[in-house]
C-alpha cells in the first residue's frame, strides 16, 4: 500500500504547460505500475497516462498523446506528468493511483481501468483558461 500526494496543479492560459508530482510514501514504490487519471466537473474519472514499474514503458490516452509525459525518479518515489499545450479541455482534478496489477510479458496490456488502480491520492487541481 502506498500513501500518495499530488501538486503541481494551478491555472494557465491555454497552450501553456505544467508538471504535476505525486509523491509516495510507503513500501515497493519501485514494483508497481503507476497512472495519472483525471477528473472533469460532472463526468466521470479518466485514465490519462500509466507508467511500467522500471519506467520505460508507457501508455497514453489517445487525447494526450505527443502532448503529455509520464515519467518516473525512484531515488524521490515520485511520479510526474509533464503537461504541455493545454487546452481548455484538460481542465480537470488530476489523481495519481497505484496499479493492482503487473504490466509485462505476462500481462501485456496496461492497466488503464479505474478499477485496476488503488492507494488515490487526493488530486490537484488544472484549470486552463481560454
Known amino acids: 500500500q502506498l500513501q500518495l500526494v499530488e501538486s503541481g496543479g494551478g491555472l494557465v492560459q491555454a497552450g501553456g504547460s505544467l508538471r504535476l508530482s505525486c509523491v509516495a510514501s510507503?513500501?515497493?514504490?519501485?514494483?508497481?505500475?503507476m497512472g495519472w487519471f483525471r477528473q472533469a466537473l460532472g463526468k466521470d474519472r479518466e485514465f490519462v497516462a500509466a507508467?511500467?514499474?522500471?519506467?520505460?514503458?508507457?501508455y497514453y490516452v489517445d487525447s494526450v498523446k505527443g502532448r503529455f509525459t509520464i515519467f518516473r525518479d525512484s531515488s524521490q518515489h515520485t511520479v510526474f506528468l509533464q503537461m504541455t499545450s493545454l487546452t481548455p479541455e484538460d481542465t480537470a482534478k488530476y489523481y495519481c493511483?497505484?496499479?493492482?496489477?503487473?504490466?509485462?510479458?505476462?500481462?501485456?496490456?496496461?492497466?488503464?481501468?479505474?478499477?485496476?488502480?488503488?492507494?488515490w491520492g487526493q488530486g490537484t487541481q488544472v484549470t486552463v483558461s481560454s
Open positions: 507508467v511500467s514499474a522500471n519506467g520505460f514503458s508507457k
Open positions: 510507503g513500501r515497493d514504490f519501485d514494483f508497481h505500475v
Open positions: 493511483a497505484r496499479a493492482m496489477f503487473t504490466w509485462g510479458s505476462d500481462r501485456p496490456e496496461p492497466p488503464h481501468l479505474e478499477r485496476e488502480y488503488a492507494d
